[in-house]
């Protein structure tokens, strides 16, 4: 397949892939926009510099928030950091929380996740070229970038969880009380709308990939009032400093270079 090629000459590179709230290159140095062609259309990206390293920042929901995460390109943006020789992803979002010890302002270094979409393209392996791949997600997250993101909060006293499970839901729209209940008696911890397909994707791609999900509001049903998109925006500005610090530090840990099983679990 197309995706495993080698990277010959490129130097590897980190990505940054920014959920709701998240949407300018910011703490970048020198950055540039780009765009990539793939098979699944033209995506859009920013290549700039952190620390003397490489790092691709891409805004989920493109610049300003103008795609609903039913209508995000998955494909062509991992595809997309493929391409570029990306080996490592760190992705944010901004979730629901139906765990009461999980606050809003808090943050979630996820580890598990629980597929509740229903319309979206959701692997490179549709069986075209009469190959057919099932994919481990025994540990969904990369391991080592979430144990990098646990110890970067330490560092700087940030509250974040270290685990957690993230019911993907399809949305745009918020859910009803009853699905939150279910949710949370499946084991659910925090409710969004945009990690799958990405965390698959990405491991089917051979990335190493972790979302730090920052928590916004009590789920429906927990919340006492009606949820909102601007509440949602509204936390994220909150905590976009901390997020950013978290961010940065993180960064600045990741070894592109550096080895790790994501690649060799893709086609186990
Ligand atoms: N539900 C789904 N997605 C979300 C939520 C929520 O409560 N908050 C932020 N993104």
């Known amino acids: 397949m197309r995706l ?31 765009t990539v062609s793939t098979p699944y259309g033209v995506v859009d990206i920013f290549l700039g510099t952190f620390q003397g390293v490489e790092v691709i920042f891409m805004p989920g929901h493109g610049r300003g928030h103008t795609i ?55 692997t490179f392996f549709d069986g ?20 990098v993101i646990q110890e970067a909060a330490a560092q700087l006293h940030i509250k974040l969880h270290p685990e957690g499970c993230y019911v993907c ?19 659910g911890d925090i409710v969004g ?5 990405e965390v698959v994707l990405a491991r089917e791609a051979g990335l190493c990939y972790a979302v730090v999900a920052t928590v916004t ?4 049903g927990i919340s006492p009032t009606p949820l909102s998109h601007v509440e949602v925006d509204e936390v994220m500005k909150q905590t976009s400093e901390n997020l950013r610090r978290l961010l ?21």
């Open 4 to 34: 495993e090629k080698e990277r010959g000459w490129m130097m590897a590179r980190l990505a940054l892939i920014g959920g709701t709230g998240v949407y300018d290159p910011d703490m970048l140095g020198g950055v540039k926009e780009e």
């Open 248 to 268: 940065m530090a993180v960064l600045s840990k990741l070894d592109p270079e550096g080895s790790c099983s994501c690649g060799a679990r893709a086609r186990e």
């Open 68 to 122: 609903p995460p039913h209508k995000i390109n998955y494909r062509g943006n991992i595809w997309a950091l493929k391409e570029l020789g990306v080996t490592k992803v760190v992705a944010t979002a901004a979730v629901g929380s139906m765990n009461d010890a999980m606050r809003p302002g808090h943050f979630v270094a996820v580890s598990q996740f629980i597929d509740f979409t229903k319309n979206r393209p959701f």
């Open 169 to 187: 839901v399809e949305g745009p729209r918020f859910e009803t009380p009853a699905e939150i209940a279910a949710y949370r008696r499946l084991g």
């Open 193 to 197: 709308m945009t990690n799958v397909p």
């Open 217 to 220: 509001n009590l789920a429906a």
């Open 128 to 147: 075209e070229d009469g190959v057919v791949v099932h994919t481990d997600f025994t540990e969904p997250y990369c391991s080592s970038i979430r144990k």
